[in-house]
């Protein structure tokens, strides 16, 4: 997006009308603000764009970048407290290992903070 582009749409967002910024900035003219309108749609059409590399990871991790439900989660560190490996669990959920990790981690603290043990949810650390 052109800066002009950008600077009338900051404008927009901020409130002003039509005639407000072409006070403001008096070198535009109301095709300057048409046609920044026309930038941002090109870059809103553009947002969902093929991307040859999230295709790749959707195919083989079809839940990559989803929102994690609580049947997840709870599967998630069930199969980790069994010993499952990480990347059994990746495809068990469709999954990228990374994400299986990081949300391993995110638990791991959680439950440092609630005072849980890490090997068994149901009991507090006394430690």
Do not use: C
Request: aromatic share 8%; no cysteine; net charge negative.
């Amino acid at each position: 997006m052109s800066d002009q582009g950008r600077r009338i749409l900051e404008l927009i967002g901020s409130g002003h009308g039509y005639e407000q910024i072409l006070k403001v900035e008096n070198r535009l003219t109301y095709l300057d603000i048409f046609a920044a309108a026309r930038e941002a749609l090109d870059v809103a059409d553009g947002a969902g764009a093929f991307d040859p590399k999230m295709v790749e990871v959707k195919r083989r991790y079809p839940r990559a970048y989803e929102r994690w439900s609580e049947a997840e989660d709870a599967e998630l560190w069930e199969r980790h407290l069994d010993g499952i490996g990480v990347e059994e669990i990746a495809s068990s959920l469709r999954r990228q290992p990374s994400a299986i990790r990081s949300r391993l981690e995110k638990h791991r603290l959680m439950r440092q903070a609630m005072g849980w043990r890490d090997d068994d949810s149901s009991e507090w650390d006394e430690s």
